[in-house]
């Protein structure tokens, strides 16, 4: 199954710092945009992964990027995080 979230990769002194408004604690420091979607990747893949092995999983709804507060400089990417559901899962 497809995820996909925005994150805001916001240009900082020493390099990039990212977050998703969605996805609650999610907060990287990278040197590169690059280093930084890669870090949102992995961290969004693991922040849905978690929240799957509860009970009762939430799934927060995504933001529409227009309705997001910016700063001069953001960038907003959307994230796409694929989990496979394995055995005993409702696809």
């Not at 805001?8 to 420091?29: C, M, Q, V, W």
């Not at 992964?49 to 700063?71: G, H, I, R």
Request: net charge negative.
């Amino acid at each position: 199954m497809k995820f996909i979230y925005p994150a805001i990769f916001h240009k900082t002194e020493n390099g990039y710092r990212a977050s998703f408004p969605d996805l609650e604690g999610i907060d990287i420091l990278a040197e590169t945009l690059e280093e930084a979607v890669d870090e949102a990747n992995q961290a969004a893949s693991e922040w849905l992964s978690a929240e799957l092995q509860e009970e009762e999983p939430y799934l927060p709804p995504v933001s529409d990027p227009e309705d997001l507060d910016l700063l001069s400089g953001d960038v907003v990417r959307n994230i796409c995080v694929t989990i496979r559901f394995y055995e005993g899962w409702d696809e």
